[in-house]
């Protein structure tokens, strides 16, 4: 099982696919990682040689931020936000939608089940 950037990459899916995997890696960074490091498109990862991962790995090192660095900075930036108390910020503290999204009847991933209010029933 090869691993890049601390996350295990499954075998058998093509190296694209599998790159995806990485936290901060998408479709478009995992087709120009394969073409940095010359790796074909359909190769799966059980076909690469140690080499050709140790040179994805490397090229990930060098050129992206990825996994837990990437999580930390989000993290900071939400944390500065916050500190600044700008409205974003008290969006995030109060755990309500930041992009500017309804909230008088949407929203519940974000705010949580509905809480019964007693006597609304008309």
């Known amino acids: 099982m090869a ?3 601390g ?15 990485i936290h901060g890696i998408g479709p478009q960074v995992a087709h120009s990682i394969c073409e940095a490091v010359n790796i074909d498109l359909t190769r ?3 076909e690469l040689s140690d080499a ?4 994805i790995r490397e090229h990930i090192d060098a050129n992206f931020t990825v996994e837990g660095d990437l999580r930390r ?7 500065r ?5 700008c409205y974003r910020g008290l969006r995030h503290r109060r755990n309500l939608p930041v992009r500017g999204q309804r909230t008088h009847t949407n929203a ?6 509905a809480k ?3 006597g609304k029933k008309k």
Do not use: W
């Open 7 to 21: 996350v295990n990459i499954p075998t058998a899916k093509r190296v694209v696919i599998a790159l995806q995997y």
């Open 73 to 79: 900075e989000v993290q900071m930036n939400v944390k």
């Open 3 to 5: 691993r890049i950037a």
């Open 116 to 118: 019964a209010i007693a």
């Open 108 to 113: 519940r991933t974000r705010k949580g089940p």
């Open 52 to 55: 050709e991962v140790l040179a």
């Open 81 to 85: 936000l916050m500190d600044l108390g």
């Open 44 to 46: 799966r990862v059980n």
